[in-house]
């Protein structure tokens, strides 16, 4: 199998690949299923490039899109809130 993403979408330092892997069951026979990585790229204090990768599958995206929607709801209305008190002053 080749060891290539078989899809993958990158957004500034964020890059997230779609992965064809195969497990082989008891009965011998070999089922097909994806995972996904996330990763993130910086350069560090020194300018080196680093990253860190992240292993998903496809249950834990739901589960993530929930997280990602609460922690930018709290931004959002955090950010909203910022600026109403600012105008008051």
């Known amino acids: 199998m080749a060891n290539r993403p078989v ?3 990158r957004s500034g330092q964020l890059e997230l690949a779609v992965w064809l ?3 082989e069951m008891k009965d011998g026979n070999l089922v097909g299923f994806k995972t996904l990585s ?3 790229s910086w350069k560090d204090d020194q300018g ?3 990253d860190s990768t992240i292993q998903l599958r ?3 995206l739901a589960k993530l899109q929930v997280l990602l929607n609460k ?3 709290d931004l959002l ?3 909203e ?3 109403e008190d600012e105008e008051d002053e």
């Open 7 to 9: 899809n993958k979408w």
């Open 21 to 23: 892997n195969e497990r």
């Open 38 to 40: 996330l990763r993130k």
């Open 48 to 50: 080196m490039w680093r």
């Open 58 to 60: 496809k249950h834990d």
């Open 71 to 73: 922690a930018q709801e």
């Open 77 to 79: 209305l955090h950010q």
């Open 81 to 83: 809130e910022k600026e």
